[in-house]
DNA sequence: AATACCTTTGTTTTT
DNA sequence: CAAAGGTATT
């Protein structure tokens, strides 16, 4: 089924209004303004406009602007329309951006580029005009067809999972979900699943995976990951459909090239293998994706893929200072078969990379929350009086998130978490959408399960069965089925009343919906009032009921912005992220995922210890290749900087609930030192053991432990030995010993550390928690409390750098 | 059917 | 330690 190609005709009237000015513009032959002040390199990247470019670009050099300045020059070169252009990025924030300069760029000539958008929502557009291409002889799938949320997903697989009577906790649900994501990511239909990789699940995970499609046909749904896979396997299975979609676009820019997947890959190769004008832009020293199926290979074998591809690097950084840029240079050197690129700047002031270790994680919250007080009291004079939104936190894991939020909580500074819990991944969001979505689409039976009993309606897992088993029989949906049921009588009582009004209002609402005299934001808050859902939420006396109904205040506002529901609910399926238009003054804190393509003045990088960053569990799973990309991220986190950068490290730290002592990251040792300045803790005191006690007001003998605590854990490490020679050279505070004021009393031992036991001998510290021990002895294991063991007799001579 | 208690289990995350 | 999920209770 061809369609005709007068489906592309969404902007042609306007390129044909635009096109005169265009080639008018070309003629002139004057240099084109928006050209001046571009680098050779980056103006190369603009002007190679034919054939294969691989365009990297490191940190902070200017990539965004060589994209969109790209796309500039193709249009006022009149090479192409808007229309023919395609370029993708990974995020609608980055596809906002680059809409915004492109327009900027060509002043107010251009209105849009309609193929400028992320993988996902350019292959919906793709797929909704092929839809009927996926599926088998009996069920295809439609234009109409919904993109499923994780929660639905989940929830079908749990039923697929039920029906094969495996044991979901042996096998849970999620973990399927990954599974099958990760298979589509790699552009593996069920059928191509590797023998190998369905040994769980009983050995039925490729057949719960077809199951699993054959589900979301009936349904008419999709998935995120299929939104690829389909367009995939539409390109592949159809040469003259892919000839429409290449002979479309006859330049292709792609971002962030070094996160695409397999799945992506092949979507971009089939378009670009007739024309191959291609132009990817990447960076193999960013890729922090691997764990979720990108492929650095991909960037690694550009060339390769495409011969005879230009590859030009775009190495100046307009970022960060000298230091930073050295001292992430430095460390990503580490890291084996790069690309390789060698950033340089003009800049040459600039502070060094500042290094700091502290005894524990509320020490390290503590601290930074001082540091920023400072720098936004203006008594930091080096980078001047900094506003908050000027500082970021950048933490490998989201859990180091709460030390500093109860920290700042506490002195009340103003801070602001990117990337939590987005607006639309909200529970009462993702209601109120089921309620929409069932509105506008009777037949959407995974939002009908999702509501159905919520709020309260008396409706339990028997009800469910009866309905379920009246849609099946009789071929309906669940929502006819409920309505079947309730016909019927084979439902009694409160359950019975409550199902025929639901049934009722959504028949109401649904024709409401068709309607197009009735104003659907009105109708969307009649929805949330007749179904009761805003009163469950008023009469929740949860502390967080008034932020939902908040929440929902704002769903509706955002209805507005749309001419009715469906074209709300087709956005909202795609633009996960909410409106973020704060302007307050507030520290960010983030992940350093989510820190990727952003930049601050100052930033602080806490959490620098073996097993944190670089996390255990990354070199566990993926080895060395897990290594270095937690290495990438270490660069990433470190060029995010601008003017200053921090790290931090702390001794012990509050995980799961335990202490863990641990050592600073092998990353530290890897920065080259020259560009590191080593500071002092606070908590760390040249003035002798008495005076340091005095200061605190703490006994003597505790003050001599911490001491030995200190030096036994954090500061024995050869890193920090280092670390600690370096500060030596210049000027120091003292050269007494510096004591560890505010220590854990429970914490004078480390792992590692030999005790002695009156009653079970010599053992070794192999776990501490709070005042107790776990210690090897030669009986065995034992918890003990800390205070009834005393460090094996010589354990102190040999570990006493100071 | 809904609540109260107990067990388990803990990276990174877009679309 | 806290959140989430499952089980036991009413």
């Known amino acids: 089924m061809l369609q005709p190609m007068s489906q592309f005709d969404d902007h042609d009237a306007f390129e044909a209004a635009a096109r005169p000015s265009l080639s008018q513009r070309a003629m002139t032959g004057r240099a084109a303004p928006y050209l001046d002040g571009l680098n050779p390199a980056q103006r190369l990247a603009v002007e190679t406009l034919d ?22 020059h193709l249009l006022m070169q009149g090479r192409a329309t808007p229309g023919r252009i395609l370029a993708v990025t990974f995020t609608n924030k980055a596809a906002r951006e680059m809409k915004e300069r492109v327009a900027r760029l060509m002043g107010e000539t251009v209105e849009g580029m309609p193929w400028l958008g992320t993988f996902h929502s350019i292959s919906v557009k793709i797929l909704r005009r092929h839809a009927e291409m996926v599926g088998d002889g009996q069920v295809h799938l439609k234009s109409s067809f919904t993109i499923l949320d994780t929660d639905d997903q989940i929830r079908l697989l749990k039923q697929l999972i039920a029906a094969e009577n495996i044991d979901d906790k042996r096998w849970p649900a999620r973990m399927l979900a990954g599974l099958i994501d990760d298979w589509k990511n790699r552009a593996l239909t069920p059928s191509r699943v590797p023998e190998g990789e369905s040994h769980a699940y009983d050995g039925k995970g490729a057949k719960l995976y077809a199951q699993y499609q054959r589900r979301l046909l009936e349904l008419n749904a999709v998935d995120f990951g299929d939104l690829l896979l389909h367009c995939v396997m539409i390109f592949q299975a159809h040469p003259d459909v892919l000839a429409q979609w290449q002979d479309r676009f006859r330049y292709i820019l792609v971002d962030e090239y070094q996160d695409t997947n397999v799945a992506q890959y092949l979507w971009l190769r089939l378009l670009a293998q007739a024309h191959r004008n291609i132009c990817c832009v990447g960076d193999d020293d960013q890729s922090i994706y691997g764990w979720r199926g990108a492929e650095v290979g991909n960037i690694l074998r550009f060339e390769a893929d495409f011969p005879g591809a230009q590859v030009i690097r775009l190495e100046q950084n307009y970022r960060s200072t000298p230091h930073i840029l050295a001292a992430a240079s430095g460390l990503i050197a580490a890291n084996k078969g790069r690309l390789g690129k060698t950033l340089w700047t003009e800049h040459t002031e600039g502070e060094k990379v ?9 020490a390290e919250a503590r601290w930074i929350g001082e540091e920023i007080e400072a720098f936004h009291g203006g008594h930091r004079h080096s980078v001047g009086r900094r506003s908050l939104n000027d500082i970021a936190i950048l933490v490998r894991a989201s859990h180091q998130m709460r030390a500093f939020e109860d920290r700042f909580m506490t002195i009340g500074l103003p801070y602001r978490v990117i990337g939590g819990p987005r607006f639309y991944e909200r529970q009462e969001i993702r209601d109120a959408m089921a309620y929409f979505r069932l509105a506008v689409s009777p037949t959407d039976d995974l939002a009908f399960e999702r509501i159905v009993n919520t709020p309260k309606r008396g409706l339990g897992d028997k009800a469910i069965q009866t309905i379920q088993r009246e849609a099946r029989a009789e071929g309906l949906s669940l929502l006819e089925g409920a309505a079947a049921v309730v016909a019927s009588g084979a439902l009694t009582g409160k359950g019975a009343a409550n199902l025929r009004q639901f049934t009722q209002f959504m028949g109401r609402w649904h024709a409401d919906a068709l309607d197009s005299t009735v104003n659907h934001v009105e109708l969307a808050e009649r929805i949330l009032d007749e179904s009761g859902y805003t009163a469950m939420w008023q009469n929740d006396r949860s502390p967080d009921a008034p932020g939902r109904l908040d929440n929902l205040k704002e769903l509706v506002k955002a209805l507005e912005e749309f001419d009715n529901l469906q074209g709300f609910l087709e956005h909202v399926a795609l633009v996960m992220d909410a409106s973020e238009s704060e302007q307050a003054e507030e520290v960010s804190i983030m992940t350093l995922h989510a820190a990727k393509g952003l930049e601050y003045p100052i930033v602080f990088l806490p959490g620098w210890e073996d097993g944190l ?9 993926s080895g060395l290749k897990g290594l270095e990309e937690e290495r990438r991220l270490a660069y990433v986190g470190l060029t995010r900087a601008e003017k200053l950068a921090t790290i931090t490290f702390a001794g012990n730290r509050r995980m ?15 920065l080259p030192e020259e560009h590191v300045e080593v500071l002092t803790p606070p908590g760390l005191y040249g003035g002798g053991f008495g005076a340091a006690a005095q200061v605190m007001g703490q006994p003597f003998a505790q003050s001599a432990m911490h001491d030995r605590a200190s030096r036994a854990d954090v500061y024995n490490s050869p890193g920090w030995k280092r670390m600690q020679e370096r500060a030596a050279v210049r000027p120091a505070p003292s050269h007494r010993p510096p004591i560890v004021i505010d220590a854990e009393p429970a914490a004078r031992f480390a792992v590692g550390d030999r005790v002695f036991h009156q009653k079970f001998g010599t053992g070794s510290v192999m776990g501490i928690a709070e005042d107790t021990l776990t210690v090897e002895f030669p009986a065995g294991f034992k918890t003990i409390k800390a205070a009834y063991v005393q460090p094996a007799s010589d354990a102190a001579s040999d570990d006493a750098p100071f």
């Open 354 to 362: 500042r290094l700091i270790g502290h005894w524990d994680s509320e």
């Open 656 to 670: 799961y609930g335990q202490w863990q002592s641990s050592l600073p990251s092998r990353f530290i040792d890897e």
């Open 613 to 621: 960053f670089p996390s255990q569990r990354s070199m566990d799973e």
């Open 51 to 72: 054939g294969p470019v691989l365009l990297l670009a490191g940190a902070g050099t200017g990539k965004t602007r060589a994209l969109t300045t790209r796309i500039a």
